[in-house]
């Protein structure tokens, strides 16, 4: 029975969107974590009857067919890239986005990333670098005698040395952003890819149009909401409740069928 078969597509399509459900509430308090959605789509219909097909000599035709869905599939676990709530921490090396754009980071293979998580530390040498020592572009190297390191909203960081008055300019930390930004891939670490989806890396600075500023000692939250995921969670479990009833409902006439032939 095709019912069998199309619920069990129901089934497996909700075990996916409960999988990005989960993934979601994990990473409630990850850094920058940009929470994802999935998209369905209905399957291959067989038409048994066209709409428009004759229904007599005389021209008559039909204004509606009949066509027999297959079930359903995910076809996308796209991102939402929403500002996620910005939180004081008052450590130097705490960067915020407050608007567009993601901080460049460099891979030990020479690929460079892309994250939202300003959680920076500095290495032996002094340079900013993530958490994982993975260094932040362009390579901003801190003297080891720096009384203080301050972070402008336009991305310029400065030190105060010893013996000076006023501080000295080390460099300026590099943004991108992208055309299609759900379009990157996620790899971990909080850290996304260049794909062929999300077009290539539109490079700038904080602060100019179309980027946004920083925020020295803030970092940017997940944006993930704990109401919106437990809604999605009850939906989710009630559509995988349908399918199997949908299946135990087909079980039961097949076994009303197989009745008859014992019969």
Same mark, same amino acid.
């Given at each position: ?17 409960? %999988?990005?459900?989960? *993934?979601?509430?994990?990473?409630? +308090? ?9 998209? #369905? ?37 796209? +991102? ?10 008052? +450590? ?5 986005? +407050?608007? %567009?754009?993601? #901080? ?85 670490? *909080?850290? #996304? ?27 940017? %939250?997940? *944006? ?40």
């Amino acid at each position: 029975m095709r019912a069998l078969y199309t619920a069990a597509t129901g089934m497996m399509a909700q075990e996916r969107n409960v %999988e990005v459900i989960a *993934n979601n509430v994990a990473n409630m +308090r990850t850094n920058g974590f940009k929470r994802q959605t999935v998209h #369905f789509q209905d399957l291959l219909y067989e038409n048994q009857k066209r709409a428009g097909s004759a229904t007599s000599d005389q021209g008559t035709q039909s204004p509606a067919g009949i066509a027999i869905g297959s079930g359903a599939k995910v076809v996308a676990t796209p +991102r939402i890239m929403t500002q996620g709530t910005i939180s004081q921490t008052d +450590r130097t090396y705490d960067l915020a986005i +407050r608007g %567009e754009g993601f #901080f460049r980071v460099q891979l030990p293979d020479g690929r460079v990333a892309f994250t939202r998580d300003g959680g920076f530390e500095t290495d032996a040498t002094g340079r900013i670098t993530t958490k994982d020592g993975y260094l932040v572009d362009p390579g901003i190297t801190v003297p080891a005698d720096a009384v203080s390191v301050s972070v402008s909203q336009t991305g310029l960081v400065s030190a105060l040395l010893p013996g000076q008055v006023a501080p000295s300019a080390l460099g300026t930390i590099n943004m991108s952003r992208f055309i299609n930004k759900t379009g990157l891939e996620s790899m971990g670490d *909080n850290l #996304f890819l260049e794909t062929p989806g999300s077009g290539a890396p539109i490079d700038g600075t904080p602060g100019s149009e179309g980027y946004g500023n920083l925020q020295q000692g803030y970092l940017e %939250e997940s *944006n993930v909401n704990a109401v919106t995921e437990i809604a999605s969670m009850i939906q989710a479990q009630r559509a995988y409740e349908l399918n199997s009833k949908v299946i135990s409902s087909a079980d039961q006439m097949l076994q009303a069928t197989s009745n008859l032939f014992r019969g």
